[in-house]
């Protein structure tokens, strides 16, 4: 699963922005505590991780560092790269990978400028390093979501799209309706979609109403009242779906977020 395409991410806590120089850094990390993203800015290094897969990065290269994760780096050819480490309240389990970004001259601007707040530590620098990676982490939500996708396909679906967020939470939205909004068979619609956003339209409907949920829940509606408010007309889907996708049932969710 790559989080970055279908999540919206809370970032709780920063550990540290910084450049790391070539040669510099631990070689060995174990039972990782946080969060990584590391954008190379040259050279060239391996990555071994405990269950035997190997990622080569090079210069331009972001890769994402799983929390708890377990490896070795080995520097190919000598180079530096920009880091953040980082925690974030979803619960994920994620592989690391590397990241692809369209925009690279602007990732790396919001790395650069991280770096130096974080160095200069003037007061306000923990708010303004975070607001550096939450756009860090919209430039690649966009990038996944329009990459090789032809402007013109994304301009075609837009009245759909638009339809969605306005009305997700009110009514059942049908793909044929959608379609219909674009002028476009429903056959097409899915294909473009899928190709947009990574998913069906109904998976990315059910995730905003899922969203809205928990969000619901959080704040103390009762599970009832969170079900009908995202959108949900029959409680046993809602729990079958928030199960599913959350991982534990809306009840026991609702408790945990109390707890906090």
Known sequence: MNIFQTEDLTVLKLFLCLYVL???????HKNR?????????GGEKEYLFSDGNRI???ENDLIYLPKGSFY???????GGCYAINFDIAEEISTEPQILHIKKRQELLASFQRAE?????????FLLQCRAELYHILYLLRQSYQTAYVPERKQELIAPAVEQIHKRYTEELLSVSELSALCRITPEYFRKIFRDCYGSTPIQYINRLKLARAKELLKSGYTV???????GFSDMS????????????APSVYQKSAKSI
């Open 22 to 28: 070539p040669g510099a850094g631990n070689a060995i």
């Open 33 to 41: 505590p946080s969060h990584g993203l590391a954008l190379h800015t």
């Open 56 to 58: 080569t990065v090079r």
């Open 72 to 78: 070795s780096v080995q520097s190919i050819v000598p």
């Open 116 to 124: 130096t707040l974080w160095k200069t530590k003037a007061p306000g």
């Open 224 to 230: 009832g009242d969170a079900a009908e408010l995202s």
């Open 237 to 248: 889907h809602f729990s079958r779906e928030f199960k599913k996708n959350i991982g534990i």
